[in-house]
């Protein structure tokens, strides 16, 4: 579940009170005010239809139905069908095997699905009418005028009748000859694909033209060098397909006006089977209008740009929109109607205004990672690779209760999420306006993903008294009318009540004069002295509302943890339970020399206040009920502890240069002293920047890390047998380094030296959990390794004794692969029974993708696999939680004894396997022995057989199975080897005797 999953864009359809938004990964009916009226998560949806209460859909996935019809609008199931084609698979068996399914679309009360090689004719209720198989993949077919246009991967377009009878081919896309450029000699021609059809029976083709049917005419979109051509194909060396360049390099559009046909870079109107115009413009996404063309553009200086164009290729209006932080949409897809603009990408789904403005949004930026307190979760799109960058983000998901909150619209326009925690039941979250640079402290009701409050970091908004007399509209009016020089030439004695004294030194008449000034006065002359300085430089007194930084620890030492917020020039704090301000701290002393606030000098100021600083929660260090404080500046560090009730002193304070002191955050214990440890950048010139694990008792430097890129589990566990926990440490220095230490004792493993390959594709990871294996009542570390072809590895390792222990290997490698060539996975959690990890793919692999492995530590075999790529988990011995890059959410109960999901009969030397509506795998020794959907029966020689048999539900898990069958009768295998081999050194001998004779 998660409503906010991201996926590439498919399609976007529109009825009177929906948008009907298909993307890679689910299918989202919206209504027409952006609220989510209904959400399926579908993976690798390829199109649909929208007819009646009914929505038909078709799907790349190729292990369960991939043509469903479902109700609409709630999108439940109401039928699927499975197209399948017999192919000769790895084992050199003739198998039916499931084909992806390109396109759905109506015909009549019927409808018309291409799949693999074959075009389908379904009725209402998925059963087949007919079919119509070619030589090649179906990508896109048109039915008019009693005819179906079917275009192919092979370059040609079919022509088959209304009962798909087929009655032409025509080749309008002809194949590339790929030469070899040193030798000249011909390697292989490869096809290339006719992409789509239009109502004007336009053909779009992979080498960048269009094919006019009618007229035999073509029109050449794109040019492309023969050189950029050859090397291209002798990349992929077979057909284009969706992950290559070239895949869909031209698209069509139908219009009134005449076809619209564009690459990437080119626009051209195509009418009677000629161009009449034809533009050069970077296009991301294209759809037309009420007469008007909507080219977006993508981004320009952070903002999205889209051009209107009239139907002669002339621009006459261009609008801008704001985009999301810290996400780089991948693809467009844009949608106009009178409502205004719908424009999907992976990083959100929004309407645009004709004037560019947010309508509404959602969200979509995948990259999942969660906080965990206080028995709640919060998930947060996490899009950081290094501890010292800045979340940026702009909803949270609560797991528990499947609720969402998303940051509101108007504030999205100008700022974005910071920070989240969790305070005594609420989600607390850190907005920061980035155009003032201000923040707000978004108060969220952690059960219903409610907003509750919107708070600054005071209640205050000038020091001290201040806000009595400068929020009133009035009395500034006042203040601003008032001749102060009224009040200047007072003297003292009146002022001070000595009336008797000022008539004798300055006459009755004057004195009178100034006793009438007194009475009119709105408030005290001493605090209308103190008025006059401040309204001089009114601004000055204003607290200052940029936030950097908020932390959870107990300031006033109820027992409940307190908001911590630090902004610049000024701490506060507010009560865990109401929120309400509890503590402000001052750095701008000054503002309390005035009359008018001397009496909040002492409780808003603090002598060690004297930086610009932030605070940072390092627990109750010195046990007196109150949490003590780390003090970063970018000139020193420092440690404050508590010394009564809102009061601090430094314990230790020292200066350093070039801190990151924005970027600093503090760790569980490091080093055995039972409080939080300080993490500071120390960004150096000309030479590699470092971070600092700093002691919290002493200010002593723990830990030196080199560079900015690691991973930390502190308090991992006694891995060493001396009683004190030692803390883990992942980082990369000319290799990848795992690293065991505590006080006086350090331990390394450098033998696994890739780093960056997953680390840029999926942020910090956590590759290592801490458990007894060997049973001597001293934990362990056990760390998962992938490499590029899959293979995955356990690692066992005995810290204290310095062996290895075990390397158990969960997926054999294709290739034999040294040590260095291995790469930490990224996502690593354990229970008391069992470890999950994470299966990762390169970034730069695209022909498969992570998945996550729940493992049985003590059996040494995999309970299950979740198809789904990791960014963290959470495993307890109930729940294994996933979340993943694309923003899914996956919970799997572990509670309870499983029951098969299969039944298994033998029958002489056959087995089959039953299981409904599953997807079913059986290996054997390791090796891959039967496959298929809902059913599988394979052949065994005799004797006893050890099964391993995967389930996979549509939802992407595949529980595992073992089962031991014995099968009876003979064995021939061992007989036949015998007499191949004999009859091989026949051969042999004939040979030779042959050969020796001439």
Known sequence: FNPLVSGNQVKISETEDYYIIGTSSSLRVLWKNGSIAAFRFIPSLSDFALSGDRIYITLLAQDCPNVMALSFPDLKKIWEFRPEMLVFDDRMVWQKKETK???????GKNILVASGYTLYLLNPEGKPIKNLTIEDDIWDFLEKNGKIYIASQNGYIYTADKNLSLQDKVKICNGYVLINPVTNETVMEITRSVWQVSQELYAACEDGSVYHIPTGKRIQIMEYSQSYLNTYYSGIRRETSLTDKLYKNIKLLNTPNGTLAYSSSVLSMLKEGESKWKISTRIEALDFYSGKIYIHHGIRYN???????????????TLSTSTLSACTPSQYLLHVS???????????????SDNGEIVWYIPTEGRLSYISSENITVTFPDTRYRYFENLIFYSIILPESGHVFILPKEMRENGYLQDVKILYG????????????EGEILIVDAKTGRLKKRLKASDKTYAGALDKYLLDPQTIRMLQDFDFSLLDEIPSEVLEGRIGEAIANHGLENVQRWLKVLENLPFPPEVMHSLKDVMNHVQDFRLNSRIRRIDICDINGDGIKDLLISSQNLITARDGKTLKEIWLVDREKWRYEV??????MKNSTQPWMNEDIILLCAGDVNIDGRDDVFAVSHRFIGFLESVGEGNYKFRWNRSLKDVGWEDAFTVPDVDGNHARELVIPIWRRDVRSVAEIIDSRTGRIIFTIPGDTFWIMPEAGDLNGDGTNESIILFEDYGAKLTVFSPGFEWKYEKITRFHDLWNKYGIHAPAVVMDVTDDGVKDLVFAVTEEDGGIKIVEFDVKDDIPVKTVTVEKSRWKKREEDWMYVNAMAQSENFVAFSAPVPEWRNDRRGTVYLWDIEREKPLMIIHLDAKSMILNDKNLMIFGMDGRIAKINLKGKEEKPYELSLKGGKIKIFSPEKYITVYINGKLSASGYEITNFMLSPGKKNLQIRVR???GIEKIFFESVNLEGINIIPLLNTGFAVMFASALILRLIRWKRQ
């Open 953 to 955: 539900d549509a939802s």
């Open 595 to 600: 009359p008018v606030n001397e009496e909040y």
């Open 101 to 107: 399914s390109w396109r759905v679309k109506l015909s």
């Open 338 to 352: 009178d409502k205004g603009i719908v424009i999907v990408s992976n990083c959100e789904i929004k309407l645009v």
């Open 303 to 317: 903002r999205e740009i889209i051009s209107i164009v009239n139907l002669d290729g002339e621009e006459e209006k």
């Open 426 to 437: 609420n989600v607390v979250l850190l907005y920061i306006n980035s155009t003032t640079g």
